[in-house]
């Protein structure tokens, strides 16, 4: 590696363990309701906002008026970007008078998008108005984000909380984790982004002539606002069709910097407010821990992959598919963290990495994108794999399981084993139909492992809510648009569910304080302890997916069976 990408490297991790304990201080105050920096600014928009929408914001809510109203909001959203994309040849911002979206690339993009999980069939330049693009698309990508962000919110009080049903208000939660975090966060983003030079108009698409005189159409449109919500709130959509690797989404090496740290900055912080809404803030810093170890080590590798000689390339690094303005090494710190992060935006082709970094971006999907995962949706993931690891805990001590001084019983393990095993599920069913049928054969631009892993990781993708693409695949046919929609669907609320009433079963027990036979959750001991459940979890559930894949073209590679 180049002293630059040294540098790159280190400032990426200064970064984030430098905001981690501000933006997670702040986050804590805002849901506490605590006065904040912003208070004075949002504090009376907040208010106004109550009374115009009639919401009691005193009143708390039970779980299953938690979740009623979270499942109905996103149902509404869903019903309205379905015909926003419909309609929006009839619509206003359409310069380039692009028809409605086809029903089903309609219905796969809608629930991508209302799910957080923004997998895109489609080139945006070429399918989307700019009012698609800004009141369908970029809506949702704040209206998802927030929506992760409520329910991991709601989980901390019922683990809180004390003999209660009650565990907060998701109007409340939404509301402020749009006005006081997405928003705030995302104007500053969008202006330094735009400094960058990413584009931010509602001009008609420009044509040029290129130097061999031919006619090119070059898209604009209002892409600033999307890029800084797609990246800070895990959406990952992008506003044009090769995404992060478009010059005007991702212009320059520093506009890179900021869109890969933007990836991680909440998803790592809420760790810290976590903490400080259990009222213990090293649980937060340990869940942290767990995270950064397994991010730290699937980097650590990929770059060894992909800087490492490739004997079927006559001795040389893997560069197909990477932009020369960024190199290896931003690369595969995009990949790694898009992965790890339920992001989904891109800066290079998976596709064309090595296997085995192509398998660590796909065993960051598989493992439940509780490395950080969503905007959320990762914690609340990695809290499924803190009861399971618990209960194993308990189990070897001889005990009732506890975390943060609640009894884990048989209902929260059952509902947290449904919460991990589902979305795996729906992967690997998903991948299993797609080989047997011809409809998911013929989109496939390779064979052989690769193939697999292209399927694989499309429905990895879809049923984790992460959205990126290996590439390779077309997946814009009636057949992958459905049924990557139905395991996104499943990928999303499989375990938005069950987390729900995990919080309102924990929040009607009561407090048992530790003892001395009481296994500590806040130690090494018991970070290592979950980062092997984890591993141990996503290993038999798809080693022997992984090994007809990725393991078996790395294999084939090193023995310069096959050339790309």
């Excluded at 984790?177 to 969008?190: N, R």
């Excluded at 049928?437 to 989109?443: A, F, K, N, V, W």
């Excluded at 052989?448 to 694989?456: A, N, S, V, Y």
Aim: with cysteine; aromatic share 10%; net charge neutral.
């Amino acid at each position: 590696m180049l002293a630059t990408d040294i540098l790159t490297l280190s400032a990426f991790i200064v970064v984030i363990l430098i905001t981690l304990p501000f933006l997670g201080s702040y986050m804590a105050k805002v849901f506490e309701g605590e006065k904040n920096i912003l208070s004075p600014v949002v504090g009376g928009l907040e208010n106004k906002f109550y009374r115009l929408c009639g919401i009691n914001h005193d009143r708390e809510m039970n779980y299953k008026e938690y979740l009623f109203a979270l499942l109905m909001f996103n149902f509404l959203g869903a019903v309205l970007l379905f015909l926003i994309l419909a309609l929006q040849n009839h619509l206003p911002f359409n310069p380039q008078h692009l028809n409605g979206v086809p029903f089903w690339l309609n219905f796969n993009t809608t629930i991508s998008f209302i799910t957080n999980t923004n997998w895109q069939s489609y080139s945006g330049e070429n399918t989307l108005s700019y009012f698609s693009q800004l009141a369908g698309l970029c809506v949702q990508n704040f209206l998802s984000a927030a929506t992760g962000i409520a329910v991991i919110v709601a989980f901390a009080k019922g683990l809180r909380r004390k003999q209660t049903s009650e565990i907060g208000n998701f109007w409340v939660d939404l509301t402020r984790s749009l006005l006081y975090i997405l928003l705030p966060l995302s104007v500053i983003m969008a202006i330094l982004l735009m400094s960058q030079g990413v584009v931010q108009t509602f001009s008609n698409y420009v044509t040029a002539i290129t130097l061999e005189g031919a006619k090119q159409l070059i898209p604009l449109g209002p892409a600033a606002s999307q890029i800084a919500i797609k990246q800070l709130g895990s959406n990952g959509g992008g506003f044009f069709g090769v995404n992060s690797l478009h010059p005007f989404e991702n212009p320059t090496p520093f506009s890179n910097f900021l869109e890969v740290v933007a990836i991680l900055l909440i998803p790592a912080a809420l760790t810290y407010t976590f903490g400080k809404l259990v009222g213990a803030r090293r649980h937060g810093l340990v869940l942290f821990a767990a995270m950064a170890t397994i991010f730290a080590v699937n980097l650590g590798i990929s770059l060894w992959a992909e800087h490492h000689t490739n004997p079927s390339l006559y001795n040389l690094p893997f560069l197909e598919g990477k932009d020369t303005r960024f190199g290896i090494t931003n690369s595969v710190l995009w990949t790694i963290t898009t992965t790890s992060v339920s992001n989904g935006s891109v800066n290079a082709m998976i596709s064309s990495m090595s296997p085995i970094t192509g398998m660590i971006a796909t065993i960051n999907l598989i493992l439940g994108e509780a490395i950080f995962g969503g905007v959320g949706a990762g914690l609340y993931m990695m809290l499924m794999f803190v009861i399971l690891t618990v209960f194993i805990a308990g189990l070897m001590v001889g005990r009732t399981p506890e975390y943060l001084g609640k009894k884990i019983e048989a209902w929260e393990v059952k509902l947290a084993v449904i919460a991990v095993l589902l979305p795996a599920s729906a992967i690997l069913i998903g991948t299993m139909i797609a080989c047997l049928s011809s409809l998911g054969l013929s989109s496939l631009t390779n064979h052989g492992p690769h193939g697999l892993m292209e399927m694989l990781y499309a429905f990895a993708s879809a049923s984790q809510n992460n959205g990126s693409a290996f590439a390779g695949l077309n997946a814009n046919t009636n057949f992958y648009n459905f049924s990557l929609g139905i395991c996104m669907l499943i990928g999303r609320y499989a375990v938005i569910i069950p987390a729900l009433l995990i919080a309102g079963s924990l929040g009607g027990k009561k407090y048992t304080p530790p003892s001395a036979g009481t296994f500590a959750t806040d130690n090494t001991v018991f970070v290592l302890l979950l980062i092997g459940v984890i591993i141990i979890i996503g290993g038999l559930t798809f080693f022997p997916a992984l090994s007809l894949g990725a393991i078996a073209e790395h294999l084939l590679m090193i023995n310069k069976s096959f050339l790309f």
